[in-house]
């Protein structure tokens, strides 16, 4: 009997070997599997550039589809009332097209002048022009027109533009007609002694003209 259960103990010990062995064969065959499945995987993205598919726009169309939903089906707050139109306007006398004279026109001193934005003429009909490039012209009517002041640098000439050279969008004179107060979207409000054309700052951009006030940001005649 103690044959029997050392033969019995003998062949329970080698049919234990037997099964793991066989399990960790097939571990290893899957292990195997898999890599080489990653590896053949990996083969084929490098070989067509790891091309991946467009992200599908079917959300968007939906996202689209319900916002034009909601549009139509959300109450309009609005309600429009008619109008009722006069009679047409009678084109006559004065608003005779016939008396418009704008085709006659004729423009003056167009290759010199560019950019034209801001005038003024003072009681003598002197005129007082401010141009893209920053300068500040006088023109008594004939002539030429002469630069008397630079806003921003006194070497610019069109085409230069921008904040070096200034712009001049807007002019007025003083009571006395002895200084041009001159609105630059860069430079702020500035002073031009006339007839000297001396340039003097009065109010750069970021004064603040009042206590709680924002700001001088941008002068605009």
Known sequence: MPR??????????????????SAENNDDA???????VMQETDRRLAESGARRDPPSKMPLYL?????????????????????????????????????????????????????????????????????????????????????????????CTFPQQGPECGRPVGMALSADERTLFVADSYYGLSSVSLPAGHVERILPLGTVIEDGEPPLIFANG
């Open 4 to 21: 029997r259960r050392e033969a019995g103990g003998a062949e329970g010990t080698h049919g234990g070997s037997s099964a793991g062995s």
């Open 30 to 36: 899957r292990a195997s599997l898999i890599q080489g």
């Open 63 to 155: 996202g689209s589809l319900m916002l034009c939903v909601a549009y139509f089906l959300y109450p309009c707050k609005m309600k429009p009332q008619p109008v009722e139109v006069g009679p047409p306007v009678d084109w006559s006398g004065a608003l005779s097209p016939a008396t418009h004279t704008i085709g006659a026109v004729e423009p003056i001193h167009k290759k010199l002048l560019h950019g034209p934005d801001s005038f003024v003429f003072n009681k003598e009909g002197v005129l007082y022009i401010a141009t893209a490039e920053g300068a500040v012209w006088r023109w008594p009517g004939t002539g030429q027109p002469v630069v008397i002041a630079h806003i921003g640098n006194v070497s």
